[in-house]
Nanobody, 115 residues
Framework: QVQFVESGGGLVQPGGSLRLSCATFGSLANIYRKGWYRQVPGKQRELIATISSEWSTYYKESVKGRFTISRDNDTDTVFLQMNNLKPEDTAVYYC?????????WGQGTQVTVSS
C-alpha cells in the first residue's frame, strides 16, 4: 500500500518562507502526477500545485509566483517551496497523486502564518 508522509510545516511570520517535503512509502510508479493540497477547517480541500513525471507544473492562481513545486523521482519525494507567505496560506497541507486516492492521504503538515 502507498502512504504519503508530509513534513516541514510550522509557524512563520508573514513574508517568511517554508519548504515542505512529501515522502512516499510503498510502491508507486513515478509516472503519476503528484500534487499538494491544503485544507482549512470548514472548507473543502483544494489543489494548489501539481507536477507531472515530465516536470510539467500547475499552480493555483493565488500561489503563482510564490510557491514552487518540484520532485525527485529517484527518492520519490515531492517538495513545495513557499515564499512570501501570507496569513491566508494558513492550512493543513497534504500531498497525494492527482486525481487523489483516498487511502493515500497522510496526516498532513500544519502551516500557520501569523504575526
Amino acid at each position: 500500500q502507498v502512504q504519503f508522509v508530509e513534513s516541514g510545516g510550522g509557524l512563520v511570520q508573514p513574508g517568511g518562507s517554508l519548504r515542505l517535503s512529501c515522502a512516499t512509502f510503498g510502491s508507486l510508479a513515478n509516472i503519476y502526477r503528484k500534487g499538494w493540497y491544503r485544507q482549512v477547517p470548514g472548507k473543502q480541500r483544494e489543489l494548489i500545485a501539481t507536477i507531472s513525471s515530465e516536470w510539467s507544473t500547475y499552480y493555483k492562481e493565488s500561489v503563482k509566483g510564490r510557491f514552487t513545486i518540484s520532485r525527485d523521482n529517484d527518492t520519490d519525494t515531492v517538495f513545495l517551496q513557499m515564499n512570501n507567505l501570507k496569513p491566508e496560506d494558513t492550512a493543513v497541507y497534504y500531498c497525494n497523486v492527482v486525481p487523489s486516492r483516498g487511502p493515500y492521504w497522510g496526516q498532513g503538515t500544519q502551516v500557520t502564518v501569523s504575526s
